[in-house]
């Protein structure tokens, strides 16, 4: 993607990456695994602060404008759309079925939204929203994440380039940065988060 924002789309950018990585590993899984848990939780909180937080606070600003009302219509129904689907693996999976063309459509579903998103709905917001309105949204979205905060940010980051991680971690404060490379980032590393759980052996403790 090439466009060119006023506000930081760092962390925006950065979370659409990720699931579209995952995506790749949720292509392979033998079964439900810890990673397509994450997975569904992090989508999930990641809409549900576009759709409480986001969204919202650009209709307010776009009244006026019936088009880009229309666009967030689209965003919206593209987050509840992923709902279904994202059942149909989980109970497919949950049965010892692979949900093969459920999973196919999922991937095709959330980059198509993606996409959308970058191309359509983030130069809107990017034209209409002033830094401290998109600050508020990522403190929302910070908030949804919570107590998952030392997993999100290694699982954010996974596979991420240098400049990529540097310009997230380097938002943390000093004391949080050295948290994450001692102790976040390597307990995150060592758990095989997609690895076929084993129901005799309890929980993957290490990660390939």
């Not at 990720?18 to 949720?26: G, T």
């Not at 576009?50 to 229309?70: I, K, T, Y």
Request: charged residues 25%.
């Amino acid at each position: 993607m090439t466009t060119t924002f006023t506000l930081d789309m760092t962390m925006m950018l950065a979370v659409h990456d990720a699931f579209r990585r995952d995506l790749e590993r949720v292509a392979t899984m033998a079964a439900r695994t810890d990673g397509w848990e994450l997975f569904k939780k992090f989508l999930h909180a990641h809409h549900v602060a576009e759709d409480d937080a986001l969204w919202p606070v650009l209709r307010q600003e776009l009244a006026d404008r019936p088009e880009h009302v229309a666009l967030l219509d689209e965003m919206e129904a593209e987050h509840a759309a992923l709902g279904p689907v994202l059942e149909t693996i989980d109970n497919a999976l949950q049965r010892g079925a692979s949900a093969l063309p459920a999973r196919a459509e999922l991937a095709t579903l959330l980059e198509e939204h993606l996409t959308h998103e970058e191309e359509r709905a983030l130069p809107v917001v990017d034209a209409t929203l002033d830094s401290e309105q998109w600050m508020r949204f990522g403190e929302a979205a910070a908030t949804r994440i919570g107590p998952d905060m030392p997993v999100f940010l290694p699982w954010l980051l996974d596979g991420a380039d240098a400049k990529r991680t540097d310009a997230i971690i380097g938002q943390l404060p000093s004391s949080a940065q050295r948290t994450y490379r001692n102790e976040w980032q390597p307990a995150y590393a060592a758990k095989k988060w997609w690895a076929t759980p084993n129901p005799q052996s309890g929980p993957q403790q290490t990660r390939t």
